[in-house]
């Protein structure tokens, strides 16, 4: 063997053979402290159970998830989900000519609010590295969609004609009645109204990425972020100037927190 080869060859060797050295104790540290783990961080789970709040592009939104765990890359869930849902264009404005009025939408039609429920998946991306830190999932969901129309109702003044002349009278009326007032003093309770409430079907689909940093495996703490498109053929108008709105297109935001465990 070339001489001048002899010194870089010794010097390899001492290098493996430290790397070695260095490795085989870390890997029994490594193995010794995933033997120290809590029983329940060790177990596979086969259930996954998650409530998440969120704010959208339209209002907000409170939901509960029921999931199986298929394999460690896989969970199927059904959600069910309760929203409110606002117009873009809605804008609050106050009467300041009159004394004591109250806050209106000008041009409401309906207060909106959607039920949701629907199945779909979570693919993980990213795992999670063995000392912590996050794990990437993103998600598909599809449903159906249930939109509740409780009309918007108006403090108004409104000349009512006699005999003798006009009587002032203040009534709560719809924005479809607008024809007839003179002036709006605010908004009426949300408790009018309520008997009127309408249905409208629809359906519903999203798409979203979460991004889990829960510390123990049988707590699950994430930050999801989704787009869910909205539609609803009978109509789901807000606003008086989109009566005709049935497609709705929303950007949600939500924490969510639950429990992974078996079910025997």
């Given at each position: 063997?070339?001489?001048?080869?002899q010194?870089?060859?010794?010097?390899?060797m001492?290098?493996?053979?430290?790397?070695?050295?260095?490795?085989?104790?870390?890997?029994?540290?490594d193995?010794?402290?995933?033997?120290?783990?809590p029983?329940?961080?060790?177990?596979?789970?086969?259930?996954?159970?998650?409530?998440?709040?969120?704010?959208?592009?339209?209002?907000?939104?409170?939901?509960?998830?029921?999931?199986?765990?298929?394999?460690?890359?896989?969970?199927?869930?059904?959600?069910?989900?309760?929203?409110?849902?606002?117009?873009?264009?809605?804008?609050?404005?106050?009467?300041?000519?009159t004394?004591?009025?109250?806050?209106y939408?000008?041009?409401?039609l309906?207060?909106?609010?959607?039920?949701?429920?629907?199945?779909?998946?979570?693919?993980?991306?990213?795992?999670?590295?063995?000392?912590?830190?996050?794990?990437?999932?993103?998600?598909?969901?599809?449903g159906?969609?249930?939109?509740?129309?409780?009309?918007?109702?108006?403090?108004?003044?409104?000349?009512?004609?006699?005999?003798?002349?006009?009587?002032?009278?203040?009534?709560?009326?719809?924005?479809?009645q607008?024809?007839?007032?003179?002036d709006?003093?605010?908004?009426?309770?949300?408790?009018?109204?309520?008997?009127?409430?309408?249905?409208?079907?629809?359906?519903?689909?999203s798409v979203?990425?979460?991004?889990?940093?829960?510390?123990?495996?049988t707590?699950?703490?994430?930050i999801?972020?989704?787009?869910?498109?909205?539609?609803?053929?009978?109509?789901?108008?807000?606003?008086?100037?989109?009566?005709?709105?049935w497609?709705?297109?929303?950007?949600?935001?939500?924490?969510?927190?639950?429990?992974?465990?078996?079910?025997?």
């Open positions: 063997m070339n001489a001048h080869l010194p870089v060859l010794r010097i390899v001492l290098m493996l053979f430290g790397a070695c050295a260095f490795l085989l104790p870390a890997q029994n540290i193995i010794q402290s995933n033997d120290n783990k029983l329940e961080e060790r177990i596979v789970y086969s259930r996954q159970n998650m409530t998440h709040i969120a704010i959208h592009s339209q209002g907000f939104a409170l939901g509960f998830r029921i999931g199986r765990i298929r394999t460690i890359n896989r969970t199927t869930n059904w959600e069910v989900e309760a929203a409110s849902l606002h117009a873009l264009k809605e804008i609050k404005t106050i009467n300041v000519s004394y004591n009025t109250r806050p939408i000008y041009g409401k309906n207060n909106a609010y959607v039920l949701r429920v629907g199945y779909g998946e979570d693919r993980r991306i990213f795992g999670k590295p063995y000392w912590g830190g996050v794990e990437t999932r993103w998600s598909f969901e599809a159906a969609s249930l939109a509740l129309l409780k009309p918007y109702y108006y403090y108004v003044l409104v000349y009512h004609p006699t005999s003798i002349g006009y009587d002032e009278i203040i009534e709560e009326q719809t924005f479809d607008k024809d007839q007032w003179v709006i003093l605010g908004k009426a309770p949300f408790t009018k109204g309520l008997g009127q409430t309408k249905f409208s079907p629809g359906a519903h689909a979203g990425i979460s991004f889990e940093f829960g510390k123990s495996r707590r699950v703490r994430s999801n972020v989704k787009a869910v498109a909205e539609g609803f053929p009978l109509g789901a108008p807000i606003m008086d100037g989109q009566r005709n709105k497609f709705y297109l929303t950007l949600h935001l939500s924490y969510n927190w639950g429990s992974r465990f078996n079910k025997y």
